[in-house]
T-cell receptor
Framework: AQSVTQPDIHITVSEGASLELRCNYSYGATPYLFWYVQSPGQGLQLLLK??????LVQGIKGFEAEFKRSQSSFNLRKPSVHWSDAAEYFCAVGSAGNMLTFGGGTRLMVKP | DTGVSQNPRHKITKRGQNVTFRCDPISEHNRLYWYRQTLGQGPEFLTYFQNEAQLEKSRLLSDRFSAERPKGSFSTLEIQRTEQGDSAMYLCASSLPRRLGNTIYFGEGSWLTVV
């Protein structure tokens, strides 16, 4: 069965600092991997996705993620965080894109 | 707005009542999904449709839940005899699978509070 672990429930960073959110997955075949962001009371917005090819993928809002098969990881990064990035971030793994399994989420807080 | 549309956005109902949520997917997306998200948790898969056919259902989808997509366009999710444990956000999503992958787009969600 597929699963996703986001080890950090909460992360606080200062505005302008770099950010890395961790994601580890368990999946038997080549995974489809996604990062979504959710603001309070809102739906999920797709930040980026990995299907195949280049293991470093670029997304919206200046985010990027790197797929590391040997570590079963797909960590999300941003070089300089803005106050508007404060939200909850979800990593997800898909089976041929049919059913997504989500991690528990990481809540990001940004200090001024 | 060409995104996934859900309504109502918020619903408060008394325990034992029935509620229905509607989802309009992105135009031409042939797959439609329902997920449930409780506070502090990630979304959990409930069911999905390929056109009008319901192809997969999670064990989370008890017999009080029924989803339909009668013409392969919009979908409804009905919960009968609601219980307090049904309080959650119900997320709809859609996609159009392509050879290189399947990107799933979510709506804003429908909040259900059962009192």
């Amino acid at each position: 069965a597929q699963s996703v672990t986001q080890p950090d429930i909460h992360i606080t960073v200062s505005e302008g600092a770099s950010l890395e959110l961790r994601c580890n997955y368990s999946y038997g075949a080549t995974p489809y991997l996604f990062w979504y962001v959710q603001s309070p009371g809102q739906g999920l917005q797709l930040l980026l996705k990995y299907f195949s090819g280049d293991t470093l993928v670029q997304g919206i809002k200046g985010f990027e993620a790197e797929f590391k098969r040997s570590q079963s990881s797909f960590n999300l990064r941003k070089p300089s965080v803005h106050w508007s990035d404060a939200a909850e971030y979800f990593c997800a793994v898909g089976s041929a894109g049919n059913m997504l399994t989500f991690g528990g989420g990481t809540r990001l807080m940004v200090k001024p | 707005d060409t995104g996934v549309s859900q309504n109502p956005r918020h619903k408060i109902t008394k325990r034992g009542q029935n509620v229905t949520f509607r989802c309009d997917p992105i135009s031409e997306h042939n797959r439609l999904y329902w997920y449930r998200q409780t506070l502090g948790q990630g979304p959990e898969f409930l069911t999905y449709f390929q056109n009008e056919a319901q192809l997969e259902k999670s064990r989370l989808l008890s017999d009080r839940f029924s989803a339909e997509r009668p013409k392969g366009s919009f979908s409804t999710l009905e919960i009968q005899r609601t219980e307090q444990g049904d309080s959650a956000m119900y997320l709809c999503a859609s996609s159009l699978p392509r050879r290189l992958g399947n990107t799933i787009y979510f709506g804003e969600g429908s909040w259900l509070t059962v009192v």
